[in-house]
């Protein structure tokens, strides 16, 4: 095994499970992850030499490959995944194991985006993740249109706040 | 360009949502490579939206490891793609690894850096034209508030002079009626400095009040006029506490002898208090 493989083998391991988890969030069909995972693994691997550590975050360059990755495929079968029921997703995610490590300090993560409003994450996880544009959100959701940005703005500011100390290179 | 109040403007954040125009979109890519400051914030939040995605995290199927990991394909040494760039469309997109995987040097590959040197080209024209719109508009739209500004204080001006204007037609109205004396007010006592005027029309019995040269109440006080009929005062009403109110219109009254003035607690006397008395004068 080269010096590359095994680096290749260590990103895995510590980076699989949230990177396989914006697949899923995205494309909701384990098909369908499971084969954009793949794509987006393969991609890191080829593009890993391109990766520069002044540019960005490893991890955030990653989950920007896994969301395009998604989002194309997407954009190829011309459908996206059903408007998630809130409360149901809610309890879904926090029935998962989250036994991974994880790329990021997740001591309380979990609690500092639960003092989110839920109308507020909702509206971000339907951009982020649903690749929904402002339009499509306010109709699904029944909100003006300017609301739809106010949340989102809203939601992603304090996310800053609140996730400041797990912020960094 | 004013690298801060496009940043303030909070279209970074739109761009990672997904709430921006296809020309928005490339506007934040491009300036984001221009701008330093433009390029952190975008990283900042970047890495703040990932950070979040964590949240959903899900071990892949187990059988997925050795399948991904035993079957790497050669690695690209250079990839000329940014694969995390945001696309919106794939189609109009070059697919760069096909072309590398085509060992030909063929002319196709100068055709697509032509094609990547014009499209930069034109992408510079655009966030110049951008930019210098931008700037113009920023400007016409402050001069059209300074002139706004000016248009609202001339109109305060000549509202004031209508209501000036308004006052003096009325003072004159009064003052040349044949009808209507006017009964000077002077101070009450030697020392004092004060001088107001009263106008009585003995025909309708109208009296009307002229401030003049009043000194100014104290703040718990308030100015009470009387007039003196058969020996005895009678209210006439508060001198108006309101800057620019010099000239009052009063209850009409029969008979008068004389006119005062009396300085008084706020809303006034039963009687006036006779050592607070500023001025007088008597109907001749």
Redesign the interface.
């Known amino acids: 095994m080269s010096g ?2 095994k680096a ?2 260590l990103i ?1 391991d510590n980076y ?3 990177l ?3 697949c ?2 995205m494309l909701l069909s384990t098909e369908d992850s ?1 084969e954009v ?2 794509e987006v ?3 890191i ?6 990766f520069d550590p002044n ?3 490893l ?3 990653m ?3 896994a969301r ?1 990755t998604c989002i ?1 495929l997407m ?2 079968n011309n459908r996206r995944p059903q408007i998630q029921d809130t409360d149901s997703n809610v309890h879904v ?1 926090e029935q ?5 490590e ?3 300090d ?1 001591i309380g ?2 609690e500092e ?1 639960a003092k989110l409003r839920k109308e507020d994450r909702n509206v ?1 996880e339907l ?3 649903s ?4 339009g499509e959100i306010a109709k699904k959701l029944n909100h003006p249109l300017g609301t ?2 106010t949340r ?2 809203k939601a ?1 500011n304090e ?2 706040t609140l ?1 400041a100390r ?2 960094g290179r | 360009m004013d690298v801060k109040k496009y940043i303030e403007s ?1 279209i970074i ?2 761009y ?4 921006v125009s296809e020309q928005e979109r490339q506007e934040v890519q491009c300036l984001s490579k221009i701008y330093p400051e433009i390029n952190e914030v975008l ?19 187990a059988h ?2 050795a ?3 035993d079957n ?2 050669p ?5 000329k793609q ?6 919106e ?2 189609s109009i997109l070059i697919d760069f ?1 096909e072309i590398d995987q085509d060992k030909d040097e063929s002319p196709k590959v100068n055709y697509w850096s032509y094609a990547a040197a014009i499209a930069f080209i034109f992408g510079a024209i655009m966030v110049w034209q951008w930019q210098s719109a931008r700037s113009s508009s920023l400007e016409m739209k402050d001069e059209m508030l300074v002139q706004q500004e000016q248009m609202e204080d001339l109109k305060n001006n000549y509202e004031e002079m209508a209501s000036a204007m308004q006052l003096k037609d009325g003072l004159l109205a009064v003052v040349s009626d044949p009808d209507v004396q006017k009964i000077v007010l002077g101070p009450a006592k030697e020392d004092m400095n004060a001088n107001s005027a009263m106008y009585w029309n003995k025909v309708t019995q109208k009296a009307y009040f002229h401030r003049l040269a009043l000194p100014a109440e104290p703040s718990d006080s308030q100015y009470q006029l009387w007039a003196i009929v058969d020996g005895k005062p009678q209210s006439l009403g508060m001198v108006s506490l309101e800057e620019n109110v010099a000239w009052q219109e009063l209850s009409t009254v029969e008979g008068a002898q004389a006119f005062a003035i009396t300085l008084e607690p706020m809303g006034g006397s039963e009687s006036p208090t006779l050592e607070n008395m500023m001025v007088i004068g008597t109907v001749s």
């Not at chain 2, 990932?50 to 199927?61: G, K, L, N, Q």
């Open positions: 590359n493989e290749m083998a895995y699989s499970a949230a396989y988890g914006v899923r969030k499971e995972f793949q693994m393969v991609k691997w080829k593009a890993g030499k391109s540019k960005a975050r991890y955030t360059w989950v920007n490959i395009n194309d954009r190829k995610i998962k194991n989250h036994n991974t994880f790329p990021v997740h993560l979990k985006i971000l951009a982020y993740f690749g929904y544009s402002q739809v940005k989102a703005r992603i996310l800053k996730l797990d912020i | 909070g954040d739109d990672l949502m997904g709430f990283r900042s939040s970047e890495n703040i939206m990932s950070t979040w995605a964590a949240d959903f995290a899900e071990a892949p199927p997925l490891r399948k991904i990991l790497l394909p690695q690209e040494d250079l990839p940014d694969p995390t760039e945001q696309k469309d794939k690894s």
